[in-house]
């Protein structure tokens, strides 16, 4: 099991901008998509934005052009960040971060992170 640790989500005000960082530990697996999620109660969860390995990005319409999606390596760590602006009330929810995740025995799983919560509002 890998261990997905996300930080920075919080109360904003509309038009305003916020970073998420999710940060894992790269030693032993390869680390393919990773991408963030969010989800409203009542709702499914919905892809946000998402980035290959090889730095390919993906984003939902709703987001295009207010938010970037970003990965890094570092020191035996993977970090996945989420640079949003401009940001909107409907963009409240809980965000999540997800690694699709092989491991040197070839299996490949996808862990999540815990959540964090974003909150648009004035």
């Known amino acids: 099991q890998v261990q997905l640790v996300e930080s920075g989500g919080g109360l904003v005000q509309p038009g305003g901008s916020l970073r998420l960082s999710c940060a894992a530990s790269?030693?032993?697996?390869?680390?393919?998509?990773m991408g963030w999620y969010r989800q409203v109660p009542g709702k499914q969860r919905e892809l946000v934005a998402s980035?290959?390995?090889?730095?390919?990005?993906?984003?939902a319409d709703s987001v295009k052009g207010r938010f970037t999606v970003a990965r890094d390596n570092a020191k035996n760590m993977v970090y996945l960040y989420l640079h949003m602006s401009s940001l909107k009330p409907e963009d409240t929810a809980v965000y999540y971060c997800?690694?699709?995740?092989?491991?040197?025995?070839?299996?490949?799983?996808?862990?999540w992170g815990q959540g964090t919560q974003v909150t648009v509002s004035s």
């Open positions: 980035i290959a390995s090889g730095g390919i990005t993906n984003y």
């Open positions: 790269a030693s032993w697996f390869n680390f393919n998509t």
């Open positions: 997800n690694a699709q995740i092989r491991a040197t025995t070839g299996a490949i799983f996808d862990s």
